[in-house]
T-cell receptor
Framework: KNEVEQSPQNLTAQEGEFITINCSYS?????LHWLQQHPGGGIVSLFM???GKKKHGRLIATINIQEKHSSLHITASHPRDSAVYIC??????????FGPGTRLSVLP | DAGITQSPRHKVTETGTPVTLRCHQT?????MYWYRQDPGHGLRLIHY???????DKGEVSDGYSVSRSKTEDFLLTLESATSSQTSVYFC????????????FGQGTRLTVV
């Protein structure tokens, strides 16, 4: 069992749809990160959260530390949201354990 | 945006040749990391540094070495490149406990033929 798991692995949505990507982890952590990677592009940090909820534009991230689960929501999805979304759990000195990523395609 | 750049962005090299990738940061960050990203494996840690001349191995360090002679530069060297080292390499800076935002370079696509 991987230390960080994501679901779904792949997701196709129509423009405007509400999207949810889930992350569950087995390591004990105090914070979780969500990253975004566009096709052929670099990796950008979206959120770092340790409790509750954070919102940035149309993106919302929630976390339940006790249940070891986090979700990333995208409201009113747009084709430019098409990317791979990665959750990452800190692992002390060796930095992060990364989830396998969720590949999102938003069709116009 | 955090100042972290990688060079080169793309490289094709022959099996058996040495290759050095450079990561340069302007954030004066103590911790720097090299990852490789492969289909089906996601991001995996190669080596990391916790200060000038202080480095340690990650989970996939075989065939790689690193050096950090200045705070701002972290070099990754493939002493004798093999086809299995064809990958996309990312450099990152972050707090080792993940308590602050992580910043990644744009990546280096390396092809070993």
């Amino acid at each position: 069992k991987n230390e960080v798991e994501q679901s779904p692995q792949n997701l196709t949505a129509q423009e405007g749809e509400f999207i949810t990507i889930n992350c569950s982890y087995s390591v004990g952590i105090s914070a979780l990160h969500w990253l975004q990677q566009h096709p052929g592009g670099g990796i950008v940090s979206l959120f770092m959260l340790s409790s509750g909820k954070k919102k940035h534009g149309r993106l919302i991230a929630t976390i339940n530390i006790q249940e070891k689960h986090s979700s990333l929501h995208i409201t009113a999805s747009h084709p430019r949201d098409s990317a791979v979304y990665i959750c990452a759990a800190p692992r002390g000195g060796q930095n992060f354990v990364f989830g396998p990523g969720t590949r999102l395609s938003v069709l116009p | 945006d955090a100042g972290i750049t990688q060079s080169p962005r793309h490289k094709v090299t022959e099996t058996g040749t040495p290759v050095t990738l450079r990561c340069h940061q302007t954030e004066n960050h103590r911790y720097m990391y090299w990852y490789r990203q492969d289909p089906g494996h996601g991001l995996r840690l190669i080596h990391y540094s916790y200060g000038v001349k202080d480095t340690d191995k990650g989970e996939v360090s075989d065939g790689y070495s690193v050096s950090r002679s200045k705070t701002e530069d972290f070099l990754l060297t493939l002493e004798s490149a093999t086809s299995s080292q064809t990958s996309v390499y990312f450099c990152a800076i972050s707090d080792p406990l993940g308590h602050t935002e992580a910043f990644f370079g744009q990546g280096t696509r390396l092809t070993v033929v």
